[in-house]
């Protein structure tokens, strides 16, 4: 009973995880926009302490946010030891791309801005991805 | 959380991939966060007073009381849980209770001075802000050295 309710909970901390990178990609979106020139036209006004200061909070949380969802990982026999590992330095270094590629806007590396919807995208798909793997084992386990 | 009741990190790949990544992220986050705190308050003392109470000479106005509790406010409730985070994973390594204690009463002093400092400057004035912010360095400093010694003590399996 103890191990449905955990596993109960971890889905619906996982499902929480997803909700919330799914509003973070709709802010981006309506804040920002999704094409290289919205993207440009964003961070041209911004300096950057206005860089950092969304930055830092995102780094710090985001990364125990993602520690919490990934440790979950551990308690998975469906998928390879080797496979686990691969997901986690993906999302984990999509992850810190995304986060670090303003920088580059600012500074004015335009090629920056492409990798920035690549690095964005590729972050909440794997998220997405990593959430279903664990959807369908724990109810494999079950 | 399975790492603090797994008996050791290095057995584990999955979660020894997971404990690297958060350490090399948050040591980033800490060298982040330290530089936007220079650039809002600047590098010198004198600055962060400047910033934090006015200076009628250079015509800067004193930072609003609801802006400043805002930032105590956010900046505390991530430093917390970073400070939660390393220390349950510090308090694991074979270092000796002596030193392990020092550094938890170090980090816990400075992350009280903080925020304390900061809201009693309207009292005690500059002294105030020159040892909130002289603790915020001490606190992010003393992380990242925790943070490289936690990753060499998983990279030599003793976690």
Not at chain 1, 4 to 10: D, S
Not at chain 1, 34 to 61: N, Q, R, W
């Amino acid at each position: 009973m103890n191990q449905k309710l955990l596993t109960f909970l971890a889905l619906g901390f996982g499902a929480l995880i997803i909700l919330q990178a799914l509003l973070g990609g709709w802010l981006f979106i309506h804040n920002i926009g999704i094409t290289p020139d919205e993207i440009k036209t964003y961070y041209a006004d911004k300096s950057l302490h206005g860089v950092l200061e969304v930055l830092v909070p995102h780094t710090l949380f985001i990364t125990i946010s993602l520690m919490a969802f990934l440790h979950f990982l551990s308690f998975i026999d469906t998928i390879e030891q080797k496979t686990k590992t691969y997901f986690l330095h993906l999302l984990f270094s999509l992850f810190l791309l995304d986060q670090l590629t303003p920088i580059g806007i600012i500074l004015g590396i335009e090629s920056f801005t492409y990798l920035k919807i690549l690095f964005f995208v590729g972050f909440e798909v794997v998220l997405g991805w990593v959430w279903i793997i664990t959807f369908f084992a724990s109810i494999k386990k079950n | 959380m399975k790492f603090i009741a797994s008996k050791k990190l290095s057995d584990n790949p999955t979660l020894r991939a997971v404990i690297v990544w958060m350490l090399l992220l948050l040591m980033l986050a800490m060298v982040l966060s330290l530089g936007a705190k220079e650039i809002e308050y600047g590098l010198t003392p004198q600055t962060w007073v400047s910033t934090v109470m006015g200076n009628p000479d250079e015509f800067i106005d004193p930072m609003l009381f609801s802006d400043l509790l805002l930032s105590i406010h956010t900046d505390l409730f991530g430093l917390i849980i970073t400070f939660i985070l390393i220390a349950s994973l510090y308090v694991r390594t074979l270092r000796s209770m002596k030193s392990k204690i020092i550094v938890f009463s170090a980090l816990l002093i400075a992350l009280l001075l903080y925020p304390l400092g900061l809201l009693g400057s309207s009292l005690i004035g500059a002294m105030g802000i020159i040892t909130a912010l002289s603790a915020f360095i001490v606190f992010h400093t003393l992380i990242i050295i925790l943070c490289f010694d936690l990753l060499l003590s998983l990279s030599r399996k003793r976690l």
